[in-house]
């Protein structure tokens, strides 16, 4: 699991990866939300950023599985177009260098 935050007009965003299965039969899950911040439980620690309701899923299986790519939005949230550029790219290149 991975989490990428980027800042994109005074808002903060993250792409959440998933990846569950083994290679013959992974799958990787792709999720892009608003980031909230939580505040730290200690006072020497930083608050962190976390995912949000998830805006846009990417599901990729494994290439054994023979099924395409799949994407779904979330119908209630909009984003901004620069954003979900910036997030496919994410997910192109993970793609590209993990093959589908």
Known sequence: MSLLT?????DL???LTT???????????????EARTIPARAHSAPASPAPGPTAVTVLVHAPTEEKPPEVS????????????????????????????
């Open 19 to 33: 990846e569950t299965g083994t290679t013959q039969s992974r799958t990787t899950h792709y999720e892009l939300s």
């Open 73 to 100: 939005f979330d119908t209630t949230q909009t984003l901004p177009f620069a954003v979900l550029q910036h997030f496919m790219t994410l997910v192109a290149s993970h793609m590209e260098n993990t093959g589908p």
């Open 6 to 10: 980027w800042e994109y007009e005074g």
């Open 13 to 15: 965003f993250c792409a």
